[in-house]
Nanobody, 123 residues
Framework: QGQLVESGGGLVQAGDSLRLACKASVLPFRSRAMAWFRQAPGKEREFVATISRSDGTTVHANSVKGRFTISRDNAKNTVYLQMNSLKPEDTAVYYC????????????????WGQGTQVTVSS
């Protein structure tokens, strides 16, 4: 089965930047989509961005467009989330996910999940 490990979270001030990384190992070939979701306390898990493992096509949530960018490095089996101009409302646990449907924004369509990395943005 696949395994995903996130890193790069932390506590920052509003306006700062962070870069999250998701290292994927032993993923099935059919898991051709990678994505980032986030979940704040008491809230449902929310789509952030997704990328195709093959051609690099991306989709970003409206709430993060212009600030966050998902990217990949296939040679390293790693997906990144560059987060700029962070806001307190970005505070959440950020999860990496893998699934079969390219460009899916639906949490239930992803099969593999990392354990999450905490991002906290102070005012």
């Amino acid at each position: 089965q696949g395994q995903l490990v996130e890193s790069g979270g932390g506590l920052v001030q509003a306006g700062d930047s962070l870069r999250l990384a998701c290292k994927a190992s032993v993923l099935p070939f059919r898991s051709r989509a990678m994505a980032w979701f986030r979940q704040a306390p008491g809230k449902e898990r929310e789509f952030v961005a997704t990328i195709s493992r093959s051609d690099g096509t991306t989709v970003h949530a409206n709430s993060v467009k212009g600030r966050f960018t998902i990217s990949r490095d296939n040679a390293k089996n790693t997906v990144y989330l560059q987060m700029n101009s962070l806001k307190p409302e970005d505070t959440a646990v950020y999860y990496c996910a893998a699934g079969v449907r390219i460009l899916s924004t639906i949490v239930n369509e992803y099969d593999y999940w990392g354990q999450g990395t905490q991002v906290t943005v102070s005012s």
